[in-house]
């Protein structure tokens, strides 16, 4: 198949024993029309073994193997690798829905100036437990596109986005961050391109302890670098660059959250009073202020520093 209507890139770090689960979930697709990559980024359990099998299973599937390189640039590699006029990239530890494949061909034919394709996806908890999270509403501009999304409006996933390549002409994912890489490559696409929405589910996105997207042992060392790489002024539109200190004060707030749950209070410190830096308007956020209160007044907490 040399031009591939979709391509779907699997990343996989230390996740060999749950692939075989997202690579049957794309083999299992009703569509000709599709071609898969599977990129080991020098997993060291035995995902190379395992694509190894699956490769013999699925033919057609291709399998790169690389020296640990991170999310993004293991992303990156596939955008570069693959030949399909819209990508999807879908992390190993979930699986897309059995019909998604087919909705998404058919978003493409009824939308074809939409450069990216958003649909609903679907949560599944440790117990099995299932949540649809539907398509929140999809603006018509591009600047309250990347407003809403910023906001939390604007619920994006991988696996359920689908991007045209040109969206990489754009915009790539930036390999200093090993955390949250995925942020300013959905800001980027959803501010520049036209977007539709397709009201399914796409995905099944698997919450689990060990997940990547749970881990903190980046979050502080990437925490506003993803701010700059979000609001790149060679990218984003004037216009939406006045965003910039609320959602930095966002994004402070919620890593000041996370350090609060996991009782380590130099670090929760650190990041309320950054968000009230960035924005006065964070000290009238109350639940975040009576937390930060707790932190000050409490005898004792884990730091890391």
């Not at 502080?220 to 609001?231: N, Q």
């Not at 202020?289 to 932190?295: A, E, G, I, P, S």
């Amino acid at each position: 198949m040399d031009h591939p209507l979709i391509s779907i890139i699997i990343p996989c770090y230390n996740y060999g024993r749950l692939l075989p689960r997202a690579v049957a979930s794309v083999f299992a697709q009703n569509t000709d029309n599709a071609e898969v990559l599977t990129i080991n980024d020098g997993s060291s359990d035995d995902s190379a073994e395992v694509m190894t099998r699956l490769q013999e299973q699925y033919p057609e599937l291709r399998v790169i193997d690389q020296e640990n390189a991170g999310a993004a640039a293991t992303r990156n590699r596939g955008v570069d690798e693959c030949s399909g006029r819209f990508l999807v990239f879908l992390d190993a530890d979930d699986e897309l829905d059995a019909s998604a494949l087919e909705a998404v061909s058919h978003a493409i034919e009824q939308a074809p100036d939409a450069r990216v394709i958003i649909g609903g996806h679907t949560s599944v908890s440790a117990d099995g437990r299932e949540k649809y999270h539907p398509v929140s509403p999809v603006a018509a501009s591009g600047s309250q596109r990347f407003a809403d999304y910023l906001n939390k409006k604007l619920a994006l996933s991988n696996g359920a986005v689908f991007f045209h390549r040109s969206v990489f002409d754009k915009t790539r994912y930036p390999e200093d961050c090993r955390n949250s890489e995925d942020i300013p490559v959905f800001a980027h696409a959803v501010a520049l391109f036209n977007c539709a929405q397709v009201d399914c589910s796409l995905a099944k996105i698997h919450k689990h302890d060990d997940s990547l997207r749970h881990n903190m042992s980046y979050a502080d060392d990437v925490a506003l670098r993803v701010v700059d790489y979000v609001f790149d002024p060679s990218i984003v539109p004037a216009e939406s660059m006045k965003l910039r200190r609320s959602y930095q004060a966002q994004r402070c707030l919620s890593l000041f959250r996370s350090y609060y749950l996991a009782n380590d209070r130099a670090r929760a410190k650190k990041y309320y009073r950054l968000a009230v830096e960035a924005d006065k308007r964070s000290l009238f956020k109350w639940t975040y202020l009576r937390k930060f209160l707790r932190v000050l007044t409490s005898p004792s907490s884990k730091s890391t520093r």
